[in-house]
């Protein structure tokens, strides 16, 4: 159990950040590992609870505490504090296939749920993660393990992202010959363009990929299925049909002058700047530049940090980030117990920043859009800005966020990013299968599994369970692939 009284000994330490005015310089990750002794002595502090809720994966008030995946956090813990690396890669690989994803880019629920919340800091679970996958790496540990049967059952798999890459994975792993489909011309989805460099360095995915083609995945990059190729086609030609296609459909801003020119879509922009990165470093031009422009990003979630990061790095002017909700007390409060889901103001890397370059927070509270000025040439170069107050709505049944008479206020604006979330699966794709929806337009399933209402057609991640995080999207992926693999065997030992 580590160490009896180690949470009481030690003090939890966390990798140190470079400087903000040094890391927007670069779009490299910014964070030093910890010491192989200090990340030991840190896995001291884990006391093996009676009732571990780091592994709970549980849903509490509709906010999830504890580890989706239900890794087994205590033992791996255990494993590093008494210098057993190896054991600890091998009982954390039993329950996440991605931690060199999750390690970098999950908010970690599990470090919500440990028990050392209570009474002081809760256990340094996500770095210990990262360390032991990056030491595994290193050591040699991992090497390609193609299964040694194969079954004669053929999959394809739709999208790349961490669903579609986790239902590859493990039917791989079974036995079965699986190809995955990918619309972008590298491989990754929501890793690859979705997330920006400095939080998750490409070379990470690419190395992983590599390993699943050794291994016996057949990637297939630049066909967009519903286009390229028919929907009948994959169902005539493989076995069993998987769509991870993600929620990418980006929620709009329905105000005045939204047509103006100067306006996109956060996914968008974030995809542009990395690939354009990728390929040549910027040098191409082909990414939407911010430099020395008024930056105004809608959203206040981590897509909206990523968009304020980015433009900090491609040198804007200023910026400014709205939310529509107030903001959140920086303590938890007395309603809001432990292991509840902390409902605190949080401060990320791409707000630093912004501290750190302009002098204050860029986040406008209570705040939204209500008309865009463009000058004569069609270009936004203003926005109307409204103040918002909470108030009951009779007709709705609950309290909206409603505008304040007279509250109205221009900023200057060059560049506006709409990051305000995802509404869902794309039609294109649902309406070439024939898909069922729910009125999230999610594609349908019986609650608890991921059969379609089309034969051998089955959906995981996003595109099923709404947006959510990288770690719900594996764990999607895990049970997916498991009911694919009863429906092709009968059975699954998955």
Request: glycine share 10%; hydrophobic share 35%; charged share 25%.
């Amino acid at each position: 159990m580590g160490k009896p009284t180690g949470f009481l000994e030690y003090e939890r330490k966390e990798s140190v950040g470079e400087a903000p005015l040094k890391r927007i310089k670069h779009f490299n990750e910014f964070h030093t590992p910890l010491s192989k002794k200090e990340q030991e002595r840190q896995g001291a502090r884990c006391m093996n609870c009676g009732v571990p809720f780091c592994q709970s994966g549980i849903l509490i008030k509709g906010m999830v505490t504890g580890c989706p995946l239900n890794n087994l956090i205590p033992e791996w813990n255990d494993a590093t504090y008494t210098g057993n690396w190896d054991e600890a890669y091998n009982r954390l690989k039993k329950t996440n296939p991605f931690p060199e994803f999750t390690g970098r880019v999950c908010p970690h629920p599990c470090e919500v749920g440990c028990t050392c919340n209570l009474g002081g800091d809760p256990v340094n679970i996500k770095e210990k993660e990262l360390s032991i996958i990056e030491r595994a790496y290193e050591s040699g540990l991992i090497k390609p393990e193609p299964p040694e049967v194969r079954t004669g059952k053929t999959v394809a798999i739709v999208g790349s992202g961490p669903s579609g890459l986790c239902v590859a994975e493990y039917l791989n792993r079974r036995g079965h010959s699986v190809t995955v489909y990918e619309r972008s011309d590298r491989v990754g989805g929501l890793l690859m363009y979705g997330i920006p460099n400095m939080k998750l360095e490409k070379t990470y995915i690419q190395r992983k990929v590599k390993l699943m083609e050794k291994e016996g995945v057949v990637f297939k990059t630049g066909v967009n299925v519903g286009v390229d190729i028919k929907a009948q086609e994959l169902k005539k030609q493989y076995d069993a049909v998987v769509l991870c296609c993600g929620a990418s459909n980006p929620r709009d801003i329905k105000a005045p002058g939204r047509k103006s020119k100067g306006i996109y879509f956060a996914v968008d922009y974030l995809k542009a700047a990395t690939k354009s990165l990728l390929d040549s470093n910027f040098a191409d031009k082909k990414y939407i530049d911010a430099k020395g422009k008024n930056v105004m990003v809608i959203g206040g979630g981590d897509t909206g940090n990523d968009c304020v990061g980015t433009s900090i790095r491609l040198g804007c002017k200023s910026l400014i980030q709205l939310e529509m909700m107030p903001k959140l007390p920086d303590e938890r409060q007395a309603d809001n117990p432990w292991p509840e889901w902390p409902k605190v103001c949080k401060t990320d890397y791409g707000q630093e920043e912004a501290i750190a370059v302009f002098g204050k927070d860029p986040r406008v509270y209570q705040t939204t859009v209500k008309e865009f000025i463009a000058n004569e040439k069609g270009e936004v170069c203003k926005a109307k800005l409204v103040k918002l107050e909470s108030k009951f709505d009779k007709k709705a049944g609950r309290n909206i966020m409603a505008e304040v008479a007279g509250s109205e206020y221009e900023v200057p604006v060059d560049l506006v990013l709409i990051a305000a979330g995802f509404l869902g699966s794309q039609p294109y794709v649902t309406k070439a299968f024939g898909l069922d929806l729910t009125e999230r337009t999610n594609v349908k399933t019986e609650v608890g599994h991921f059969k379609t209402n089309v034969d051998k057609v089955f959906t995981a991640g996003d595109m099923h369970r709404g947006q959510s995080l990288v770690v719900w999207a594996i764990r999607e992926g895990r049970d997916c692939a498991r009911e694919v693999d009863t429906a092709l065997m009968g059975y699954s030992n998955l």
